[in-house]
């Protein structure tokens, strides 16, 4: 019953920006780590933002760091990520997840995680 449903992709180019939001239903929402991971095509899932459920903690992937921002709304069951400086290699399916512990959501490789949104393109063009 736990939807995470994720808005905002779309093509960019480079050096632009974009909003990503995650809307979240099914789950107590100010208790649950959320985050954001991404796939490119033919390639890992990766952790691009993390952020504990009281916003204190934050971890950034090192390509995200000092361009991304993560953010939530415990008020309004909201993530976002607001991603400047895009470059090409941004280019993936961003993917919303919530998770109740710290430990699993903030693996790289996302294993272990207990929700996830159904993604949302961002594609980046040169």
């Known amino acids: 019953q736990v939807q995470l449903v994720e808005s905002g992709g779309g093509l960019v180019q480079a050096g632009g920006s974009a909003r990503l939001s995650c809307s979240a239903s099914?789950?107590?929402?100010?208790?649950?780590?959320m985050g954001w991971f991404r796939q490119a095509t033919g390639k890992q899932r990766e952790l691009v933002a993390v952020?504990?459920?009281?916003?204190?903690?934050?971890k950034y992937s090192d390509s995200a760091k000092g361009r991304f921002t993560i953010s939530r709304d415990n008020r309004k069951n909201l993530v976002f990520l607001q991603m400047n400086n895009l470059r090409p290699e941004d280019t993936a399916v961003y993917y919303c997840?919530?998770?109740?512990?710290?430990?699993?959501?903030?693996?790289?490789?996302?294993?272990?995680?207990?929700?996830w949104g159904q993604g949302t393109q961002v594609t980046v063009s040169a």
């Open positions: 099914g789950i107590e929402f100010s208790i649950h780590a």
């Open positions: 952020i504990s459920n009281g916003g204190r903690a934050i």
């Open positions: 997840v919530s998770d109740r512990t710290w430990d699993a959501i903030s693996r790289e490789d996302g294993g272990g995680i207990d929700h």
